[in-house]
């Protein structure tokens, strides 16, 4: 027999029960070398550079993933700036490749070989195929641990947020971040960021008229 409308059910848990949710924290920069330095002592060179493009690039995770040699190089030469299409808005997104980042993944292709069509960073089951947001996930938790931080405080947004952040404090551009995000809305970009009263007036506050 089923249960009828008048049977006792016990609660359910909710989806989120010990989890925290919520926007992910974004790395400061003194944690951004602590990561760097523990990768480097470790001679993980592959997760070295996936965490220089990941910083960099600003990227979603199911976008970082899917990068493409041929997207990073030119000619036999890393890029300085590279561009991508966006799976969430099916629209472009450029990003810079700083020097850290482009040593770290000149360090990682050669090692890893392969062809411009081939992708920078393969799955660990099938090489042909790219690494799954979820052994990125993994990888992100990984790192912040080993540094002291609490995985639950961070995650693969973390790094898509931390340069944007950093970018926003330093000069308080909302429409540059926004386009470096690739957000269709500034709205969006607002809600990302955090941006709140308080960082509208500090801006206010640092300019006189």
């Given at each position: 027999?089923?249960?009828s409308e008048f049977d006792y059910l016990p609660p359910r848990p909710a989806w989120n029960a010990g989890r925290k949710v919520g926007a992910k924290r974004p790395l400061k920069p003194r944690q951004i070398w602590a990561i760097r330095f523990h990768l480097d002592r470790e001679h993980r060179l592959r997760d070295r550079a996936l965490f220089d493009l990941a910083i960099d690039s600003k990227l979603r995770g199911c976008d970082l993933v899917k990068i493409r040699i041929g997207d990073l190089v030119t000619g036999g030469e890393?890029?300085?700036?590279?561009?991508?299409?966006?799976?969430?808005?099916?629209?472009?997104?450029?990003?810079?490749?700083m020097s850290d980042a482009r040593g770290s993944l000149l360090a990682w292709l050669e090692r890893r070989g392969g062809s411009i069509e081939d992708y920078a960073f393969p799955s660990r089951i099938d090489?042909?195929?790219?690494?799954?947001?979820?052994?990125?996930?993994?990888?992100?938790?990984?790192?912040?641990?080993?540094?002291?931080?609490?995985s639950e405080d961070?995650?693969?947004?973390?790094?898509?947020?931390?340069?944007?952040?950093?970018?926003?404090?330093?000069?308080?551009?909302?429409?540059?971040?926004?386009?470096?995000?690739?957000?269709?809305?500034?709205?969006?970009?607002?809600?990302?960021?955090?941006?709140?009263?308080?960082?509208?007036?500090?801006?206010?506050?640092?300019?006189?008229?």
């Open positions: 027999m089923g249960r890393l890029r300085t700036r590279a561009m991508v299409i966006q799976q969430k808005t099916g629209r472009p997104v450029q990003f810079e490749i090489h042909s195929a790219h690494m799954s947001t979820r052994q990125y996930a993994r990888l992100v938790d990984e790192w912040v641990t080993a540094v002291g931080l609490r961070y995650g693969t947004h973390s790094l898509r947020r931390t340069k944007a952040s950093i970018i926003y404090k330093a000069t308080g551009n909302l429409r540059a971040v926004q386009i470096l995000l690739g957000h269709t809305k500034i709205e969006n970009t607002v809600r990302y960021l955090g941006v709140d009263v308080e960082d509208a007036l500090t801006l206010a506050e640092g300019i006189e008229v």
